[in-house]
């Protein structure tokens, strides 16, 4: 499969950890000639190239998507449409672009509707993300054996899906296709909503008494690691996402008052009753 | 320190992840002859005689505590207030007892005076927990480097609190010195909360749609990894703590129902404050 796919030149536009590690997997599995990256930090560009990360880069990002078959958004999502509409008189005619951003839904939409007069636009989102960021943490193999979302809509042209897919798979990751909607609500749910709760679990023990977080233990650590997420990056896809977002908040908020009563009130087996249902599906998680 | 301590017999009263893991740390310091175990399950009791973590057990608390000097409450804490008075009149006369309960406040109040006839009562709270529970995990080392909150109140005789902290420390926990009502708010803050808002957050994604739960990353699997907690343990924690939980929560939905609007309206510069300041203040926790 993988045999079948090479592109002479692609251009990765946002070098951070995703879009280095996506790099770095392209050049293992021999699926690309020239890397050309393109980032909003020169200095982070220069360690990029040094590494052997991309090839060459540019700071226009216009400029850097010159002659390239293939087209990576790994900036954060709130960029990726200001980016589209900069890029898009540049782009190879019949190029592919896709994307690696949380948030699909009318995104993918508003990109297939700025990109479709040049470039076949595919969405992409490989859950392997961390609240660590950055080129320091790169890793070729970081897609391997984690999901793939691969969005397609009504608009899609089959080659491009297809080849999107392939790549995906090429470098091991487990590619599953949604509609874009459908990724909204699943990833609304089991991720968007979650870092806001982690992030306010954080602000509300600092509200109560800031001393007290010295007091936290490996559970609140856990619970919170990926309120150590990048604050520009959440904001955006929380807004993107809101409808779906402020939905899940909403059930989340009457969730909570309801076992705010049971616990005020001493309803002990309502509360073992909630804890255990909890349980029972978190064990079936697994991941630890 | 730990040459003075030696006990010539010891009763552990539940022999889960805590009470084996203390019962080991004894015998590897060599701080007492003979530990009695007594449990709810006599066959965790005969594995647990089995593999040296206790050397007799009873299945009755009062034969259990019989002629020991130290008697440590390892049970869930929704079970002390019953097994103190069923053990009180068996202790020997000034027996030191003490507890590795997650809640302290009036449950401390309660202990003392239900054991002031017979002996000394100083709480204990190691904080060494984890999702998992059981004997299979227990270890020597648990409480080395890590806390120990050990409660002080106007009943504390001073020479038993010297001997539990110099016992803790013994075991290589570091010991901190705290009111009951104190550590209710501090753990109530850090600890009950997170946990309520674990199994909610679970349970909330469950209601929104169960097969979503399939997607889960690594981020659902850490901040949720303590719903895999024991629901009996917490159901009891919660409601020994209910008035600081109860005031908790109610911050915690305060500050979602703001950011809730924030998202809700695109307050994008708001949202990024509130997750940047949470991003500091959980970067300075550590324990990754």
């Not at 660590?132 to 969005?151: E, H, M, N, Y």
């Not at 608009?155 to 909607?181: C, H």
């Not at 619970?223 to 955006?236: F, G, K, N, Q």
């Amino acid at each position: 499969m993988s045999k079948d796919i090479f592109f002479d030149r692609v251009t990765v536009l946002g070098v951070g950890l995703i879009g280095a590690s996506f790099s770095l997997a392209l050049k293992k599995h021999g699926l690309c000639g020239h890397i050309c990256g393109f980032g909003r930090k020169e200095s982070n560009l220069i360690v990029a190239r040094e590494r052997g990360i991309i090839d060459s880069f540019y700071l226009d990002p216009s400029r850097a998507v010159a002659g390239s078959g293939l087209v990576v958004l790994c900036l954060p999502v709130g960029l990726f449409l200001e980016t589209a509409t900069a890029i898009k008189s540049s782009l190879m005619a019949d190029a592919v672009v896709t994307d690696v951003g949380s948030v699909k839904g009318r995104l993918v939409s508003r990109l297939e509707e700025i990109l479709s007069d040049r470039a076949f636009f595919v969405g992409g989102h490989p859950i392997a993300g961390s609240e660590k960021s950055g080129i320091g943490t790169a890793d070729p193999d970081l897609f391997r054996g984690r999901r793939c979302i691969v969005t397609e809509t009504g608009n899609t042209r089959s080659a491009a899906l297809k080849l999107v897919v392939d790549l995906w798979r090429s470098i091991g990751a487990l590619v599953e296709k949604m509609d874009p909607q459908e990724h909204d609500r699943v990833f609304g749910a089991v991720s968007h909503l979650p870092h806001v709760i982690a992030y306010e679990m954080i602000n509300t023990i600092d509200e109560i008494d800031s001393s007290y977080l010295e007091y936290a233990g490996r559970g609140l650590a856990d619970v919170t690691r990926i309120a150590s997420s990048s604050p520009e990056l959440w904001r955006d896809i929380c807004i993107l996402n809101r409808e779906n977002l402020v939905r899940f908040i909403d059930a989340f908020i009457g969730r909570l008052q309801r076992v705010r009563e049971d616990v005020s009130s001493g309803e002990a087996d309502r509360l073992e009753g909630e804890f255990t249902k909890a349980k029972a599906l978190r064990d079936g998680i697994g991941q630890d």
